[in-house]
């Protein structure tokens, strides 16, 4: 609404500006009455939409929010205008003490005072300048902060996170924790790099603690995806939706739902998730062809298939983790054996406890029909993640194994494994949460 009463005097005031600097005496008066009369204009429009706000939020409850990128940005505008107005007088001022004869000796001021207000005019009021420069405004300032303010460490680790160089990235955020043990963000990315090393009970305990200090649909995610991991489905499910409850645009909620969702065998939910995702990802369509599969369509799930490899090779061009495990996933899936093989294998060279791979492995192996390689790859799994062993164990690809002795006291000892990790989960005390 302040837009519309605003945004035709700030078009009408630039063009009354550039036509006063041609010299000529009525742009100049017009000018004048412009600084003179927008200013009181400005404050009742403003003053008329917070009192019309009031009267409309009347009898609600009120909310603290915390200071938004709009609000700051709109600071920056308040500062740059005091700036501008400030120029506007000073040249007045000029102007006035030269027409008497006083002080004709201005000419720095002057230009200064030109300088200040053409930069006014390029920054607040030409269309294409001045909006990107105020809307990026408090990502330049995160930018500063993150290479030599106070959250160097904690930008620092985040990098190193993205980048799989995990010690450098638990080393930065460690020290970052340390000298500010209030902010949530440390604990969360913590959290994510321990997801990265496969240590879920520690992850889960971060995001715990992530959560404590501030609720947000990231610490939501982690902490979703650390107990989906450990074997507590419905709880990371609950997680998963409360950060969409926060955050329904949240990227890969809707996407470990839809995990979530498979694990339990809840297949048509699943789809409704995957469905909804806004974020077209190869997680989301590896998601979507397990669920075809699970339902009998070879040929939906194949081409849900390809979409993956498609996506992850585009993602391995921006170093996105996980990306080519993924590939060879697919190419598993899609009976593509040499592929997934020649995949596989350089993965397990650079990261021989990747799980995805050996999962990748286990899958080719089925299909060269060679079950001492998958008990292999399945005692390798399982005490890394013992979850992950029962859904290998239980995928309709597997089930034909559990005719054997040795396959059913696999299943076995990941379900006891699993059900250890489970009552861990059940019993973990979470931290207070935190008033602030």
């Known amino acids: ?106 000419s720095t001021l002057v230009v200064a005072g030109y300088a200040v207000i053409f930069g006014f005019a390029a920054v607040i009021l030409i269309p294409g300048v001045g909006l990107p420069l105020l809307i990026g405004m408090p990502s330049i300032v995160r930018l500063f902060r993150s290479l030599a303010g106070r959250e160097k460490d904690l930008y620092k680790g985040m990098r190193c996170a993205l980048t799989q160089r ?48 501030q609720l947000s649909p990231e610490g939501f995610l982690t902490r979703g995806q650390a107990l989906l991991n450990l074997g507590a489905t419905e709880e990371a499910l609950s997680d998963f939706r409360s950060g969409l409850a926060l955050n329904p645009r949240m990227p890969f909620c809707r996407s470990f739902s839809g995990y979530a969702l498979i694990d339990l065998r809840r297949l048509d939910e699943a789809i409704a998730e995957f469905e909804k995702e806004k974020l077209k990802s190869s997680l989301l369509f590896m998601g979507m062809g397990a669920v075809r599969r699970f339902l009998g369509d070879r040929q939906l799930a194949a081409e849900e298939y390809k979409r993956a490899i498609r996506q992850a ?39 021989p406890s990747d799980l995805p791979s ?31 062993g029962v859904m290998a164990l239980t995928d309709p690809e597997f089930t034909p194994l559990l005719t054997e002795e040795r396959f059913r006291r696999l299943l076995a000892w990941a379900l006891g494994a699993r059900g250890q990790n489970l009552q861990r989960v059940n019993s973990r005390v979470l931290p207070p949460a935190s008033a602030s």
């Open 1 to 106: 609404m302040r837009g519309i009463f605003l945004g035709p005097p700030l078009v009408g005031g630039l063009i009354v500006f550039l036509s006063a600097t041609t010299g000529a005496d009525f742009w100049g008066r017009a000018l004048a009455v412009f600084i003179l009369t927008w200013p009181p204009m400005a404050l009742l429009v403003v003053a008329f939409s917070k009192i019309s706000e009031a009267v409309r939020k009347r009898g609600q409850p009120k909310k603290a929010a915390a200071p938004t990128a709009r609000a700051q940005a709109r600071g920056t505008l308040l500062f740059l205008a005091g700036i501008g107005f400030a120029s506007i007088v000073a040249l007045m001022v000029c102007a006035t003490l030269v027409a008497e004869g006083e002080n004709s000796d201005n």
């Open 166 to 213: 995990l010690g450098d990235a638990d080393t930065c955020l460690f020290r970052y924790r340390t000298r500010y043990p209030k902010d949530h963000r440390a604990p969360l990315w913590q959290a994510i790099v321990l997801l990265q090393q496969y240590r879920q009970e520690e992850a889960l305990g971060l995001a715990d603690e992530a959560l404590s200090l």
């Open 313 to 351: 090779a585009a993602d391995q061009l921006f170093g996105l983790p996980g990306s080519a495990a993924l590939i060879a996933c697919a190419r598993a899936e899609l009976g593509e054996i040499s592929e997934a093989k020649e995949a596989a294998a350089r993965i397990l060279e650079k990261s």
């Open 358 to 388: 050996r999962y990748a492995v286990a899958r080719i192996a089925m299909a060269e029909g060679d079950p001492d390689r998958i008990e292999t790859m399945l005692r390798e799994i399982i005490p890394v993640s013992p979850h992950q």
